[in-house]
């Protein structure tokens, strides 16, 4: 079991490590207590999703771009509906199609390089993947578009990175 101190001890290591891939600038105000949190995670992020780059990052959808994809490009919602009524939620997977599987499983492939990453090999970090459906829906019409993705999500440093790819 670890302790605190030996917790805080190996967050240092770790930021330590990441600070060495960023600018003498970033090194020099996380030096002295400076940087933003959101700096050092970007370099975080870049170094240990890089195993992702073939990947395609999830895009959220808007209201606009749902409602074309709802409506299968036709002009206007034959009950009425406008980009207003469409309503988003995220549910589990219930199904994936055989391209959807075959991206999921590189993607599983993938997330083994990123556990075997020297910061998360010497550490008690882990990786683990989540997949999702988002769904966008007329609520005037019913029609639906549904969309499924996985989350990458990285335990570093005593913070959660993640991000999000489209299958």
Not at 58 to 79: D, V
Not at 134 to 155: N, P
């Amino acid at each position: 079991m670890t302790t605190q101190l030996q917790r805080d001890n190996f967050r240092t290591y770790l930021e330590i490590e990441a600070i060495k891939l960023g600018t003498e600038d970033q090194y020099a105000r996380w030096r002295d207590g400076l940087l933003p949190d959101d700096e050092l995670l970007h370099i975080a992020r870049a170094e240990l999703y890089k195993v992702m780059g073939p990947f395609i990052r999830r895009e959220k959808l808007r209201s606009g771009k749902a409602y074309q994809l709802i409506h299968h490009g036709l002009p206007t919602c034959l009950k009425g509906g406008t980009t207003d009524d469409v309503i988003f939620e995220t549910t589990d997977v219930c199904e994936l199609e055989p391209p959807e599987w075959d991206t999921f499983t590189r993607i599983s492939q993938a997330t083994e390089a990123i556990k075997v990453h020297p910061w998360l090999a010497v550490s008690e970090g882990r990786v683990e993947t989540l997949l999702s459906s988002h769904w966008a829906t007329c609520s005037k019409c019913q029609r639906e578009h549904v969309v499924s993705s996985v989350s990458v999500m990285i335990d570093w440093a005593g913070r959660i990175l993640c991000r999000e790819y489209a299958l």
